[in-house]
């Protein structure tokens, strides 16, 4: 089903972006094609496959295949310090589109796993767990 930018219901803060906002209502979101039924992750301003503008936002059902993974030793600013070392991944959700998201320590490609989420300072990030 097709969502607004921002549902208004008060829930979530006023101004987020369509992918933030999901996540903050524990759901993944991604960019659907009106015209041909493309999936994309990220927001785009014509369809990647056939150039169509009839794009909207769709809720995921959260269930993924791991792409890629890589474990970060290094925290890229002081706010995930205290979550060195973290495993991220890159995530074929069953609806096409590919998103980053973290996940739990041991994932590897190849492995089954459905969206979490989780709270760091001011916002709700994505964290992947096994099936």
Same mark, same amino acid.
């Given at each position: 089903?097709?969502?607004?930018?921002?549902?208004?219901?008060?829930a979530?803060?006023?101004?987020?972006?369509?992918?933030?906002?999901?996540?903050?209502?524990?759901?993944?979101r991604?960019?659907?094609c009106?015209?041909?039924?493309?999936?994309?992750?990220l927001? +785009?301003h014509?369809?990647?496959r056939?150039? !169509? &503008?009839?794009?909207?936002? %769709?809720?995921a @059902? /959260?269930?993924?295949?791991?792409y890629?993974?890589?474990?970060?030793?290094?925290?890229?600013d002081?706010?995930?310090?205290?979550?060195?070392p973290?495993?991220?991944?890159?995530?074929?959700?069953?609806?096409?589109? +590919?998103?980053?998201?973290?996940?739990?320590? !041991? &994932?590897?490609?190849?492995? %089954?796993?459905? @969206? /979490?989420?989780f709270?760091?300072?001011?916002?709700?990030?994505?964290?992947?767990q096994?099936?």
């Amino acid at each position: 089903m097709p969502i607004s930018a921002n549902s208004g219901d008060g829930a979530v803060p006023e101004g987020l972006h369509p992918y933030a906002e999901g996540l903050e209502a524990a759901c993944v979101r991604y960019q659907s094609c009106g015209d041909c039924g493309a999936a994309q992750s990220l927001e +785009r301003h014509a369809c990647q496959r056939c150039g !169509g &503008v009839r794009l909207s936002w %769709r809720d995921a @059902a /959260g269930r993924a295949t791991v792409y890629a993974v890589t474990e970060v030793a290094r925290a890229p600013d002081d706010s995930f310090r205290a979550l060195v070392p973290y495993t991220l991944v890159l995530a074929t959700l069953d609806e096409g589109p +590919r998103v980053m998201g973290h996940a739990e320590p !041991g &994932v590897v490609i190849g492995d %089954r796993v459905r @969206a /979490g989420f989780f709270r760091h300072g001011e916002r709700t990030l994505l964290r992947f767990q096994r099936e």
